[in-house]
C-alpha cells in the first residue's frame, strides 16, 4: 500500500515509545507529527491528518478530553493507546468516540495493522465491479478477467470466486462455501468443492496462487503483495 | 450537648412561651371582665336617671369629677350653690356613692336639690376628698354621638378612644398609669344616639392583681418539677448509654469479635442489637477482605516469580546478542526468537495478573456490556500473529458475514481468547497453524481454536476444564502444557455463561471450544 500523503498525529509522552511508534509508522510510508503531551495536542487541527494515535495517560490535558475536544469538530479516526487494560476506559473512549484501541504492550506490527484497518476504504461489496489486485469480476455479467483478459470459468467456479472476492483477505470457511455455492441437486461434498477450487486456480493463471488454502478453514482469496 | 441538658432545655423553650402566653391569657380575661363591669355600670347609671340629669344638666359631666369610696366623701361645692351646709340632706345622698345605686342616688338628689332650690341648674359637681387615694379614682365625661363634648367646658375626647369609636366600634378602652395605679378608660356609646349624652368616657382605677405571684409560681413550681422528674428518668438511659458507648469501643478494639451486652427490650437493647448485626457484617467483610488480600498477595509474589524467569531469560539472551555483535559474530535467529518469545509471554502474564484480580473483586455476574466478537477475534489474532511468525506458525481466522455478539465485559473475554489463542501458539511445532473460527447460529456462537501441535495426554484433558488455577502444578510453564491462562479462561467462560471444552484433534492437535448465546439485539 502507498501511504506517502498519510500524515498521522501521534501524541505519546514516553520518549522511547514515542519514538518507536514514530520509526515504525514512518517506515510504513506515514509521515508522523509527534506530540507529546496534552496540550500540545489540542493545539492541533485533527483536520490535517488521517489518523490520530493517542495516548490516555498525557501530561497537561487528559487523553480523553483530547479525544473530548478533537470530536466537537472533527471525525477523524483515532486509535486510543492505553497501559490500563481495562473495559471502563475502552467503553468511555469508544461513547467519546474513539475508533480503536490497542492495550500496551503491543507488537509494532499490531499497531500497523490496526491503523491500516482504520484507513482502509471498506469494500463496496455490492457494487457490480470487484477488483483484487490483477483481478476483476462484474458480478451481473458473471465475468473474470486477469490483466484484462477475460477467464471463462464454470458457474461453481465463479461463485466460488465470488465468494471469495467479497471479503479479500479473509478466510472462508469450507462449509459455509460448501453450501452457498455448490449446486444443491447434486450431492456436493467438501471434497468436491476441492475440486474445483484446483480447477479454478488454474484458469485463473498467475492470479492462481491468490486463492489460498487456509489450514483447518478452507480458502481465502489474498489481495496481492499482502503480507498476512 | 448532653441528652440531659438537652431535654432540659427543650423543657424550658417549652414551658416558657407556655407560661407568659397563660399570663397574658389571664391578664386579659381580667381586663374583659372589668371592661364589662364598668360599661354595666356606666349604662345602668345612665338608664337610672343619670341621662336626664346629663341633658338636663350637660355641665355635670363635664369636669373631671373624682368620685370616691362610700363614707370618706365630703362635697366641697356645687356651682351655683353658695353653702354646702345648707344642703344638710346632701350628704345623706352621698352615702354608698361608689356603686351604681349610690350613684343615682345622687344623681336624682342633684335634680331634687335643684328644683326646690329654685336656683339655676348646677353646672358642675365638684368632689374632693381631703386625702384621695387613687385606688377610688372614679370620673365620668359626656360626649354628643358625633364624639364633640356634650358642653363647651366638656374637655376633648382622648385621641386614642376618640380614634375607636370615630372607627365604628360601640366600645373602646384603654389602659393607664395614675400615681402608680392602673386605670381603665372607656370610650361607651349609649344605646341611644340623640341629645348631648350618647357616648360616655369612664375612668376607673383597677384592682391590683393580687394573686398573680400564685400563678407565676405555681408555674415555676409545675416546670421544677417536671425537669426533675427528666433527670430523674433520663438518668439510668444516659448510664446504659455510656454503658453501650464503653462496650462499642471495646468490641472494635477487639476487631468486633466481642459483642456488646443487649439487654431489656427498648430501644436501646435495640441499638445494641443492631450493633451486634452491623459488627458481624463487619467482621464477615473483613475477612472477605483479608482472604481476597492473601489470595492477591500469593498471586503477585508467585506472579513476580514467574515474571523473573522470562525476564532472566530475556536479558541472557539480550547479554549474548551483545557479545555476538561486539565480536562481529552472526546474530543467532534462535536467540532473538527465544527473547521475543520471553517478552511476548510477560506481557500476557502480567495481564493475567490483572484478569485474576479483576475476577477476585468483580461480582458474578459480567454479562451487562456488549462485545463485538468478530472485532475480538481479529485483535486476538493480530496480538499473537507477529511472535508466530517468527516461528513460522500461521494463525488464521475466520469470521461470518453478519456481526456476532456476546454478553459481557471485553477485557475478560479478550484475555480468555488470547489465552487459549496463545496456548495454541505457544505449545505448537515451528511452521504449524493455529486457526480461530468464529461461527454463528440463529442465538448462539461457537468459537473455536484449533492448533496442529502435540494435542494433550488424554488423562489431562479433563484438568484442562477446571475453573480454579492449581498453584504449584498449574504453574508449571512448560510441563503438560497447563498455564495459569487456560484456568483464567475457564474462570472468565464461567462467569459469562459460556463453555470452555478442550478435545484433541486427529492425527493431532488440540481444539478449544467456546460457545454461548448472543444476547438478543438491543
Known amino acids: ?228 | 450537648m448532653s441528652l440531659r441538658l438537652r431535654l432540659a432545655l427543650t423543657i424550658l423553650l417549652t414551658a416558657i412561651p407556655l407560661a407568659a402566653g397563660l399570663v397574658w391569657l389571664r391578664a386579659d380575661t381580667r381586663r374583659r371582665a372589668q371592661e364589662r363591669s364598668l360599661e354595666d355600670l356606666v349604662v345602668t347609671v345612665m338608664r337610672a336617671g343619670g341621662r336626664r340629669m346629663c341633658e338636663s344638666f350637660p355641665d355635670v359631666f363635664s369636669g373631671g369629677h373624682a368620685l370616691f369610696g362610700p363614707g370618706s366623701v365630703q362635697v366641697k361645692s356645687i356651682r351655683g350653690v353658695e353653702h354646702l351646709e345648707d344642703m344638710p340632706d346632701l350628704s345623706e345622698l352621698l352615702e354608698g356613692l361608689g356603686d351604681e345605686k349610690g350613684l343615682g342616688k345622687v344623681l336624682e338628689g342633684l335634680q331634687e336639690l335643684q328644683a326646690r332650690e329654685g336656683q339655676g341648674a348646677p353646672t358642675s359637681l365638684g368632689m374632693h376628698h381631703p386625702d384621695p387615694p387613687p385606688e377610688h379614682h372614679f370620673g365620668l365625661w359626656a360626649y354628643r354621638a358625633d364624639l364633640s363634648g356634650a358642653s363647651e367646658r366638656t374637655p376633648a375626647m382622648p385621641p386614642a378612644i376618640r380614634v375607636a369609636l370615630a372607627g365604628g366600634d360601640a366600645t373602646a378602652s384603654e389602659i393607664f398609669e395614675r400615681s402608680g395605679v392602673s386605670v381603665l378608660r372607656m370610650g361607651i356609646r349609649m344605646p341611644w344616639t340623640d341629645g348631648p349624652c350618647a357616648v360616655m368616657v369612664a375612668e376607673r382605677a383597677l384592682p391590683a392583681s393580687d394573686d398573680d405571684p400564685v400563678v407565676l409560681w405555681g408555674l415555676a413550681i409545675l416546670c421544677g418539677g417536671v425537669l426533675l422528674a427528666v433527670f430523674l428518668a433520663a438518668g439510668p438511659i444516659v448510664r446504659r448509654i455510656r454503658r453501650l458507648k464503653g462496650d462499642v469501643r471495646r468490641a472494635a478494639q477487639s476487631g468486633y469479635a466481642e459483642r456488646v451486652a443487649v439487654e431489656g427490650g427498648d430501644e436501646i437493647s435495640d441499638l445494641a442489637r443492631t450493633f451486634n448485626e452491623a459488627g458481624d457484617a463487619i467482621r464477615d467483610h473483613v475477612a472477605t477482605v483479608e482472604a481476597r488480600e492473601e489470595t492477591l498477595r500469593r498471586f503477585v509474589a508467585d506472579t513476580t516469580h514467574d515474571v523473573m524467569i522470562p525476564l532472566t531469560v530475556l536479558q541472557g539472551n539480550l547479554s549474548a546478542l551483545r557479545d555476538r555483535v561486539d565480536a562481529g559474530e552472526v546474530v543467532d535467529p534462535a536467540e532473538v526468537r527465544s527473547s521475543l518469545e520471553e517478552a511476548h509471554y510477560m506481557g500476557s502474564l502480567i495481564h493475567n495478573l490483572d484478569a485474576v484480580a479483576k475476577l477476585e473483586a468483580a461480582p458474578m455476574d459480567l454479562t451487562n456490556g456488549r462485545v463485538d466478537l468478530r472485532e475480538l477475534v481479529v485483535r486476538v489474532v493480530e496480538r499473537h500473529r507477529p511472535i508466530a511468525r517468527t516461528r513460522g506458525i500461521e494463525v488464521e481466522f475466520t469470521v461470518p458475514d453478519e456481526d456476532v455478539e456476546a454478553s459481557g465485559d471485553v477485557t475478560l473475554l479478550e484475555q480468555a481468547v488470547s489465552n487459549v489463542v496463545h496456548n495454541a501458539v505457544r505449545y505448537n511445532e515451528d511452521g504449524g497453524h493455529v486457526s480461530v473460527l468464529l461461527e454463528a447460529a440463529q442465538d448462539r456462537f461457537v468459537l473455536r481454536v484449533l492448533d496442529d501441535g502435540p494435542g494433550v495426554a488424554p488423562e489431562s484433558l479433563p484438568r484442562l476444564a477446571e475453573r480454579r488455577f492449581r498453584s504449584a502444578e498449574a504453574r508449571t510453564r512448560r510441563g503438560d502444557g497447563l498455564g495459569i491462562g487456560l484456568a483464567i479462561a475457564q474462570d472468565v467462560a464461567e462467569r459469562h455463561g459460556l463453555t470452555l471444552r478442550f478435545a484433541n484433534l486427529a492425527p493431532h492437535g488440540l481444539e478449544a471450544r467456546f460457545e454461548g448465546p448472543r444476547p438478543s439485539p438491543a
Open chain 1, 1 to 228: 500500500m502507498n501511504h506517502v500523503n498519510d500524515r498521522i498525529l501521534l501524541v505519546e509522552d514516553d520518549e522511547k515509545l514515542g519514538d518507536q511508534i514514530a520509526r515504525h509508522l514512518a517506515e510504513q510510508g506515514f509521515e508522523v507529527t509527534w506530540r507529546k503531551d496534552g496540550d500540545a495536542a489540542l493545539q492541533e487541527d485533527p483536520e490535517d491528518y488521517r489518523l490520530v494515535v493517542l495516548d490516555l495517560m498525557l501530561p497537561g490535558t487528559y487523553g480523553m478530553d483530547v479525544l473530548k475536544s478533537y470530536r466537537r469538530t472533527h471525525d477523524v479516526p483515532v486509535l486510543i493507546l492505553s497501559a490500563r487494560n481495562e473495559t471502563t476506559d475502552k467503553v468511555r473512549a469508544l461513547e467519546l468516540g474513539a475508533d480503536d484501541y490497542l492495550t500496551k504492550p503491543f507488537w509494532p506490527e499490531e499497531l500497523v495493522a490496526r491503523v491500516q484497518a482504520r484507513l482502509r476504504r471498506p469494500v463496496l461489496q455490492r457494487s457490480d465491479r470487484i477488483r483484487v489486485g490483477r483481478l476483476e469480476l462484474r458480478e451481473s455479467a458473471r465475468e473474470v478477467a486477469v490483466d484484462g483478459e477475460p477467464v471463462s470459468l464454470t458457474r461453481v467456479e465463479f461463485d466460488l470466486l465470488l465468494a471469495l472476492a467479497r471479503r479479500p483477505g479473509v478466510a472462508v470457511e469450507r462449509a459455509w462455501l460448501a453450501d452457498h455455492v455448490l449446486d444443491p441437486e447434486r450431492t456436493g461434498t467438501e471434497r468436491t468443492l476441492d475440486v474445483h477450487v484446483s480447477r479454478l486456480r488454474k484458469k485463473l493463471g498467475p492470479c492462481g496462487p491468490l486463492v489460498r488454502t487456509v489450514w483447518s478453514i478452507g480458502y481465502r482469496l489474498d489481495t496481492e503483495g499482502s503480507n498476512a
